[in-house]
């Protein structure tokens, strides 16, 4: 019963790093697709569009880049998609309440479409979600430099 715990784990901690890896991958591949822009500031993060926030049991859609541009934040989920593409001057960003023991911050377009996004590491024995309040900072920094 023990040698089954035990490989219970095993395979466990192994999951966890090739997930790991493979989202330290995609993100590369997005920074590196991007090396030409010129990008003020990029963190890899989750995407949960309001349909999935708090309503479900995996906390995110996607797994991308989120990045600021001049005036625009984007959001891009893979090297060959699109990016969503927010206004920051137009467009609400809120810090919302801890979900999950993450901060998570929400972008609403002028159309009213609410999108959510979180940037965490994981611990030992907590979650490190400070990069989303940094990116939260910088954000509401270049909304107040463009005001």
């Known amino acids: 019963?023990?040698?089954?715990?035990?490989?219970?784990?095993?395979?466990?901690?192994?999951?966890?790093?090739?997930?790991?890896?493979?989202?330290?991958?995609?993100?590369?591949?997005?920074?590196?697709?991007?090396?030409?822009?010129?990008?003020?500031?990029?963190?890899?993060?989750?995407?949960?569009?309001?349909?999935?926030?708090?309503?479900?049991?995996?906390?995110?859609?996607?797994?991308?880049?989120?990045?600021?541009?001049?005036?625009?934040?984007?959001?891009?989920?893979n090297s060959s998609s699109m990016p969503m593409e927010f206004d920051i001057q137009q467009s609400d960003v809120v810090l919302e309440p801890k979900w999950r023991k993450l901060n998570w911050l929400s972008v609403a377009s002028v159309v009213g479409d609410k999108e959510y996004f979180t940037s965490y590491k994981m611990g030992g024995f907590a979650n490190d979600s400070s990069a989303t309040l940094e990116a939260y900072e910088k954000i509401k920094k270049v909304k107040s430099q463009q005001a």
Request: glycine share 10%.
């Open 1 to 77: 019963m023990l040698g089954g715990a035990i490989l219970g784990a095993l395979i466990g901690l192994i999951v966890v790093f090739i997930m790991n890896g493979q989202r330290q991958s995609a993100f590369k591949k997005i920074k590196n697709a991007l090396a030409n822009e010129k990008i003020d500031y990029i963190v890899p993060a989750y995407h949960a569009a309001a349909s999935r926030f708090k309503k479900s049991l995996k906390i995110y859609d996607s797994y991308g880049a989120l990045y600021i541009k001049g005036n625009k934040l984007y959001y891009q989920s």
